[in-house]
């Protein structure tokens, strides 16, 4: 005998750190598989330790984080994880983000700026990552920043579905809220049977965060029920902006429909102060209990999109196919 015999066999094994552990489990239950066990803490000084709990030789690891606040902590978490799995031989290495962290710093608007986006993807590239899998990014672009294999997931199919059944009976208008976005209402208008278009005209202080201003609608929404979609929402300001205006143009009332709720204070009192009439978001970030309490929110789950797009990827099958061949 000239040589060793080894099973083809692959493992699939999904981590998840702390951030949002209630995602990871229903991606896992989905799966029909157990997180791996994970010791994970804080020294005094608040330096993070982890360890997994068993062997992670040879596997197909999927590591699942969502950079929620603190963001900072949960990113180094992540590449933390990662680390570990690169020095315990994992085979292959999947970064799972649901939400990217400091996806919005994706270029340089002024002299002297970073881009952040580019300095997450070469930190993960470092600590061992041969993947990433990435829900609804900022802009399509930080796909190439990363040295490898990329998986851009749209949670566009869950969250039109959805309005599609529950306003199927109305007279529909999709609504970007710029026009840098008008791309992805294209998407939408589509799922929805070729609904109307429509933008926001926008400005925004690119010295000042979280600081837009409504302009005007390029588009006919009078007498229409209007789908305002964006990947995120923040503090809220923007996208009650774009609806107040809208239904100054004579919209008969507005959906809002966003894949990451990061509602920072105080976008919870916003949206229930504002005239829209439903928000619907995903679970890519978890929601606080004050946006949960308020009725207007509607939260579906992202987990069975997540689950297939890693079940795609560990049998070596098409993440594209999900997405009709978009993504």
């Known amino acids: 005998m000239t040589g060793i015999h080894r099973s083809s066999d692959k493992t699939l094994m999904v981590f998840s750190g702390r ?56 990113i180094m978490e992540h590449l933390i994880m990662v680390d570990a799995l690169k020095r315990a031989s994992a085979k292959r ?6 939400f990217y962290g400091y996806a919005r710093q994706d270029k340089k608007h002024r002299g002297r700026e970073p881009i952040s986006a580019r ?11 041969d993947r990433l899998m990435a829900v ?60 109307p278009l ?40 923007t996208i009650c902006q774009a609806a107040d205006a809208l239904m100054a143009e004579g919209a008969k009332g507005v959906v809002v429909a966003a ?8 976008a919870v009192q916003r949206l229930r102060d504002s005239v829209a009439t439903e928000v619907i978001v995903t679970n890519t970030l978890p929601l606080s209990d004050e946006a949960r309490a308020l009725d207007k929110i509607t939260e579906l ?9 890693i079940r795609e990827v560990f049998e070596d099958g098409s993440v594209t196919s999900m997405f009709d061949g978009q993504a």
């Open 259 to 266: 894949t990451h709720a990061i509602f920072s204070d105080p």
């Open 19 to 74: 951030a949002h552990t209630a995602l990871a489990e229903e991606i896992a239950e989905n799966l029909e598989i157990s997180l791996v066990p994970t010791t994970s803490y804080a020294f005094a000084n608040s330096e993070i330790y982890v360890r997994f709990d068993e062997s992670v030789r040879g596997c197909d690891a999927f590591v699942i984080q969502s950079h929620t606040a603190p963001v900072n902590e949960a």
């Open 301 to 309: 789950s992202i987990a069975p999109l997540i689950s297939r797009a």
């Open 119 to 129: 300095l997450m993807a070469d930190l993960f590239k470092t600590a061992g990552a």
């Open 198 to 237: 429509a933008f926001i005209h926008k400005t925004r202080d690119t010295t000042r965060p979280n600081q837009s201003v409504a302009k005007r609608v390029v588009g006919e929404v009078s007498g229409r029920m209007c789908v305002l979609v964006d990947d995120m929402i923040d503090s809220g300001g």
């Open 93 to 98: 290495i999947t970064v799972v983000l649901p």
């Open 136 to 195: 609804d990014l900022h802009t399509a672009q930080i796909q190439g920043f990363f040295d490898g294999p990329v998986d851009h997931l749209m949670a566009l199919p869950i969250l039109a579905d959805y309005v599609k059944k529950k306003y199927a009976g109305e007279d529909l208008a999709v609504v970007s809220p710029d026009a840098g976005r008008i791309k992805v209402a294209e998407y939408w208008s589509n799922r929805l049977g070729g609904v």
